[in-house]
């Protein structure tokens, strides 16, 4: 089983960055883990959200966000367009799948016959 972290969207922010305070730098993040194993993909619900100020190499917390800083925030997150949470199945599972059809559709006959 593989977790890896998809990049759903990032956005540049010109606020003022509540740590060093430069108006350039501050970029949000958000991103969803997606589950991948032999038979399947399953994105997860939970969307991460992280501002990361490029200027002083800071992550900046929701405690330190200012007003602004929120309602850019507010913005961005209507924009993201998470990936769908259901299963989606692999061609191996399918395949595995079309086996045990083709095995039970074989039992079946086979039980006719005698
Ligand atoms: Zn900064």
């Known amino acids: ?9 990032t956005a540049q922010l010109t606020n003022n960055c509540p740590t060093c305070f430069a108006n350039q730098g501050l970029e949000f ?18 969307i991460f959200e992280s ?11 929701p405690v ?3 007003d602004d800083i929120e309602r850019v925030y507010q913005y961005n997150k209507k924009l993201v367009n998470p990936k769908n949470t259901t299963i989606r199945l692999k061609t191996s599972a399918y395949l595995l799948l079309l086996l045990f059809v083709v095995l039970v559709a074989t039992g079946l006959l086979l039980a006719m016959n005698y």
């Open 29 to 46: 993040t958000f991103s969803q883990e997606e589950t991948e194993t032999k038979y399947y993909t399953k994105a997860g619900s939970r």
């Open 64 to 66: 330190n966000w200012t």
């Open 51 to 61: 501002l990361y100020c490029h200027s002083c190499n800071n992550t900046i917390y």
């Open 1 to 9: 089983m593989q977790i890896t972290k998809h990049n759903l969207h």
